[in-house]
């Protein structure tokens, strides 16, 4: 019985033991990130070889290019600033000179002990002259290095020279470097099609391509993490890309994957996060804006401009579409909180009005003002509109006291009335066709001259045999008559009437009724304000946008014509053709927040009609020119002094609201998912969406426990005795 109740006393001891052990592991002790493990991320697009240099429109390939390969400079998301990485980096003081010296033991991913392959200055030449040469098959990439002299110092050191200073250039450097021996023997105008590189790239950066797998759902690209000299830790093991040809495809599979590159949104703008997801929101650089093509005669008038700016709702368009962040200005640094435009129809209309586009019934309106006016004064008097059957005749009457004997209305001789109206005199106009001062159906104009055709007076008539259309003429003389007395005050205020309660119908006024739209602007030649807006169809977003703009535009008196062709090439080739009068298009500002090849009037397309002269770098989509713009923007680019470009910042953003080249919409907001056992995930302020693999040494995907500093096992017997 005693051994029993010794065996039991023993038992209780081990298991409080136990348990007093597990409760002082875990208060002194905390998770820390542990080495190892594979992060799957899945994507939506197609993959294409992996190459630096032609990543510009492939944001999936963007996103393994940043793993595998570094540049000598790259963007930290943290601090918004451009900061070493393969090399570190010496820039004169006059802004022209920049000398990058390579950092120690940096070798390509294909070094192994036995056949070292490091980073050399010579890659780094061959990876920047190669973009300068004029059959290098990226043109937009080209003009980042126009103008700039590379030159080998050492091994180790290169020298770029610029011609004039350009503080962004940093940017440029942050291209993934590529080995020289990876390319012998392919011509400069082949390299986009070095299909071995592209599936088998090697690069300098923290992580390696292994291999490149076709599975039915997806395609499956493997990474995996290199011992770098120049790196801090990195946790993670392995990164694997799988990239879907669609959202639904990548949902079925949502059980293999950690992270989703971009969630898609639902209709009322809510990211649709698969569950144990963690959403992130971020926005880039970016702005989405509705480009004046300012070469257009009618785009030319500020007033218009101006007043299609007013009559924007940006709050209604951001609100249809699940954005946010409403931009005024394309300078995305500045704070535009002290000038933040808003919305005002009244004062869109005036604008409007200004710019002489007036809106039909006030067309209509004026000119029955003018007539009214004409017939107040002289010697012609008659009621505006007569109901005349062909073979009747209108007569009309007058003194001579203000005109000579012998005078003529419409060709034809005034006679005296009988001696009993003695003074006065009489004619009668026909209505039979074609006869001498015959009055015609519709619009007459009724002329009195004296014997020698000197114009004394002219009289507006319109003549109708038609009952119904009779009423209808009278109706708008009588809307005339109240709209003048309104105007005058002689009417109780609750009876006025103003231009906004008219409508034109078949070209009479009459009252406005609740449904009916508002009518097309036209000018005094009788032109119709109707505007052609070209957008992409991706993202579908655009189109919602055209749409809800040409709904907002409608209430002003502006038609808009929506163009969204089919394919990008369709697209692009009226893009680049100019081919639009409103353009509603993104621009991306990227890390050096540079709106220099926006707004100079060097990114104008020079429209020759030679379609072979039009560039692909034009990307002055408004063609914009402005001498001061253009010299800010200068100085902006050049200047050392942060004061200096800030106040040209401020003066730019100034000229363009005033000129107002476009009208800007607003900044788009991205969302990122992860599971939620993926952890250290940090963002920061990217200005790609690729920039979210900078802070790849903050993740983790395994855990493990130490102990805190000053604790070990040894803590134990204190702690147990401390304990409350």
């Known amino acids: 019985m005693q051994r029993w109740a010794l065996r039991g006393f023993v038992g209780i001891f081990l298991l409080t033991l136990i348990i007093?052990?597990?409760?002082?592991?875990?208060?002194?002790?905390?998770?820390?990130?542990?080495?190892?493990?594979?992060?799957?991320?899945?994507?939506?697009?197609?993959?294409?070889?992996?190459?630096?240099?032609?990543?510009?429109?492939?944001?999936?390939?963007?996103?393994?290019?940043?793993?595998?390969?570094?540049?000598?400079?790259?963007?930290d998301p943290a601090t918004k600033q451009i900061v070493p990485d393969l090399a570190s980096l010496i820039k004169s003081k006059d802004g022209k000179v920049y000398t990058l010296t390579l950092k120690q033991n940096v070798q390509w991913q294909d070094a192994t002990l036995a056949f070292?392959?490091?980073?050399?200055?010579?890659?780094?030449?061959?990876?920047?002259?190669?973009?300068?040469?004029?059959a290098f098959p990226n043109a937009l990439l080209r003009q980042n290095f126009r103008g700039v002299s590379i030159e080998k110092i050492n091994s180790q050191t290169v020298r770029f020279t610029?011609?004039?200073?350009?503080?962004?250039?940093?940017?440029?450097?942050?291209?993934?470097?590529?080995?020289?021996?990876?390319?012998?023997?392919?011509?400069?105008?082949?390299?986009?099609?070095?299909?071995?590189?592209?599936?088998k790239?090697?690069?300098?950066?923290?992580?390696?391509?292994?291999?490149?797998?076709?599975?039915?759902?997806?395609?499956?690209?493997?990474?995996?993490?290199?011992?770098?000299?120049?790196?801090?830790?990195?946790?993670?093991?392995?990164?694997?890309?799988?990239?879907f040809p669609d959202y639904a495809t990548l949902l079925s599979d949502i059980r293999n994957l950690d992270g989703v590159r971009l969630v898609p949104r639902n209709d009322h703008g809510e990211p649709i996060i698969p569950r144990k997801f963690t959403s992130i929101d971020y926005s880039l650089?970016?702005?989405?804006?509705?480009?004046?093509?300012?070469?257009?005669?009618?785009?030319?008038?500020?007033?218009?401009?101006?007043?299609?700016?007013?009559?924007?709702?940006?709050?209604?368009?951001?609100?249809?579409i699940g954005e946010k962040t409403i931009v005024d200005t394309p300078l995305l640094e500045l704070d535009a909180s002290d000038w933040r435009y808003s919305f005002d129809a009244n004062l869109a209309q005036g604008a409007l009005f200004t710019s002489n586009w007036n809106l039909p019934e006030k067309v209509r309106l004026q000119r029955l003002l003018e007539l009214k006016d004409m017939n107040a004064t002289g010697d012609l008097h008659a009621d505006p509109i007569v109901y005349l059957e062909t073979g009747a005749a209108l007569t009309l009457t007058g003194s001579f006291a203000n005109i000579p004997q012998g005078s003529l209305v419409n060709g034809i001789r005034v006679t005296p009335l009988?001696?009993?109206?003695?003074?006065?005199?009489?004619?009668?106009?026909?209505?039979?066709?074609?006869?001498?001062?015959?009055?015609?159906?519709?619009?007459?104009?009724?002329?009195?001259?004296?014997?020698?055709?000197?114009?004394?007076?002219?009289?507006?008539?319109?003549?109708?045999?038609?009952?119904?259309?009779?009423?209808k003429q009278n109706e708008e003389q009588n809307l005339l008559n109240l709209f003048t007395r309104s105007r005058a005050g002689t009417v109780p205020e609750k009876e006025r009437i103003s231009s906004q309660n008219l409508y034109l119908e078949n070209g009479l006024l009459r009252r406005r009724q609740s449904t009916d739209p508002v009518g097309i602007r036209v000018n005094d030649r009788g032109e119709r304000l109707s505007l052609h807006l070209l957008t992409s169809s991706t993202p579908p977003v655009y189109r919602k946008i055209a749409e809800q703009i040409q709904k907002e535009w409608a209430t002003l008196g502006v038609h808009v014509g929506i163009d969204v062709p089919d394919t990008r090439a369709a697209f692009e080739k009226k893009l680049i053709a100019r081919d639009y009068d409103i353009l509603l298009f993104g621009q991306s500002l990227l890390d050096n927040l540079d709106s220099y090849p926006y707004w100079h009037s060097d990114g104008i397309q020079k429209l020759d009609g030679n379609s072979t002269n039009l560039r692909l770098d034009a990307y002055n989509f408004s063609q914009y020119s402005s001498f001061k713009a253009d010299t800010l923007l200068k100085t902006i680019r050049q200047t050392s002094d942060e004061k200096e470009r800030l106040a040209a910042l401020n003066d730019l953003r100034t000229i363009l609201k005033e000129d107002v080249p476009a009208i800007f919409l607003y900044s788009p907001l991205y969302t990122f998912?992860?599971?939620?056992?993926?952890?250290?995930?940090?963002?920061?302020?990217?200005?790609?969406?690729?920039?979210?693999?900078?802070?790849?040494?903050?993740?983790?995907?395994?855990?493990?426990?130490?102990?805190?500093?000053?604790?070990?096992?040894?803590?134990?017997?204190?702690?147990?005795f401390t304990r409350q």
């Open 116 to 134: 070292p392959h490091p980073v050399t200055a010579d890659d780094v030449l061959f990876t920047f002259q190669t973009i300068q040469n004029p």
């Open 418 to 471: 009988p001696a009993a109206a003695s003074g006065s005199w009489i004619v009668a106009l026909p209505t039979a066709s074609g006869g001498t001062g015959s009055i015609h159906l519709g619009q007459n104009f009724i002329r009195l001259v004296d014997p020698k055709g000197k114009a004394l007076d002219t009289l507006s008539l319109w003549r109708t045999a038609d009952v119904a259309e009779f009423r």
């Open 20 to 75: 007093l052990l597990r409760q002082f592991y875990y208060a002194n002790t905390e998770l820390v990130p542990k080495n190892g493990g594979t992060y799957i991320e899945g994507s939506v697009g197609q993959f294409q070889p992996i190459n630096p240099w032609f990543i510009l429109t492939n944001n999936v390939n963007r996103d393994i290019v940043s793993l595998v390969f570094s540049g000598l400079l790259k963007y």
């Open 162 to 199: 610029l011609e004039e200073p350009y503080t962004y250039f940093t940017s440029n450097l942050t291209l993934g470097l590529l080995p020289k021996n990876s390319f012998a023997g392919v011509p400069v105008s082949k390299l986009d099609q070095a299909l071995d590189f592209g599936f």
């Open 673 to 720: 998912a992860h599971h939620q056992d993926v952890h250290g995930i940090q963002i920061g302020r990217p200005s790609l969406h690729s920039d979210r693999f900078l802070t790849l040494p903050h993740w983790y995907v395994l855990e493990d426990r130490q102990f805190v500093t000053g604790k070990s096992w040894l803590s134990f017997l204190p702690w147990l």
């Open 285 to 320: 650089p970016q702005y989405v804006a509705l480009f004046f093509n300012l070469e257009h005669p009618m785009l030319q008038d500020g007033k218009l401009r101006l007043g299609l700016q007013l009559g924007t709702n940006k709050q209604e368009i951001v609100d249809a």
């Open 201 to 243: 790239p090697i690069g300098a950066g923290p992580y390696a391509f292994k291999s490149l797998i076709q599975t039915e759902l997806s395609t499956e690209v493997t990474l995996e993490r290199i011992q770098r000299a120049i790196d801090t830790q990195i946790f993670i093991k392995r990164v694997v890309f799988r990239i």
